[in-house]
């Protein structure tokens, strides 16, 4: 009952029937389906990832992970927007997450200790001329 219940509120919900015909291929796991919807829409959400996060090859990964949630959460699409709507929005979720994540972490290279003086750093020579006794009262 649950999901004739569920195919009923998408089809009332307007979508138009090539979405839904769509939708269901991909409920399907129809691999060429799935391959027309990533050549289609793949470059927009990598350019709505760089909105959001630093270099393009994190964008990409931002992409590649949208398609996974997509993937996962077919089942639960209500057709209450369209696919490209919904598709969007879960790449700006996954974008938003990654920036707040790299916005927390501090870049390796920002953690590199400024080269000093062997003096200045307590090394050998400052060991020595601090062992020498000379110049005591």
């Given at each position: 009952?649950?999901?004739?219940?569920?195919?009923?509120r998408f089809?009332?919900?307007?979508?138009?029937?090539?979405?839904?015909?769509?939708?269901?291929?991909?409920?399907?796991?129809?691999?060429s389906a799935?391959?027309?919807?990533?050549?289609?829409?793949?470059?927009?959400?990598?350019?709505?990832?760089?909105?959001?996060?630093?270099?393009?090859?994190?964008?990409?990964?931002?992409?590649?992970?949208?398609?996974?949630?997509?993937?996962?959460?077919?089942?639960?699409?209500?057709?209450?927007?369209?696919?490209?709507?919904?598709?969007?929005?879960?790449?700006?979720?996954?974008?938003?997450?990654?920036?707040?994540?790299?916005?927390?972490?501090?870049?390796?290279s920002s953690?590199?200790?400024?080269?000093?003086?062997?003096?200045?750093?307590?090394?050998?020579?400052?060991?020595?001329?601090?062992?020498?006794?000379?110049?005591?009262?």
């Amino acid at each position: 009952m649950g999901a004739a219940r569920e195919r009923s509120r998408f089809e009332q919900d307007g979508a138009s029937p090539g979405e839904r015909e769509l939708v269901a291929r991909l409920l399907a796991r129809d691999q060429s389906a799935f391959a027309s919807l990533v050549r289609a829409q793949h470059e927009s959400l990598v350019r709505l990832a760089l909105t959001f996060v630093g270099s393009r090859a994190t964008a990409e990964e931002v992409a590649q992970e949208t398609w996974s949630r997509v993937l996962a959460a077919l089942p639960q699409f209500e057709g209450r927007s369209s696919l490209r709507t919904w598709i969007f929005r879960i790449c700006t979720n996954t974008a938003l997450t990654r920036a707040e994540r790299e916005a927390r972490s501090t870049p390796f290279s920002s953690l590199e200790v400024p080269e000093e003086a062997p003096a200045a750093r307590g090394g050998p020579a400052a060991r020595r001329r601090g062992s020498r006794g000379g110049g005591g009262l």
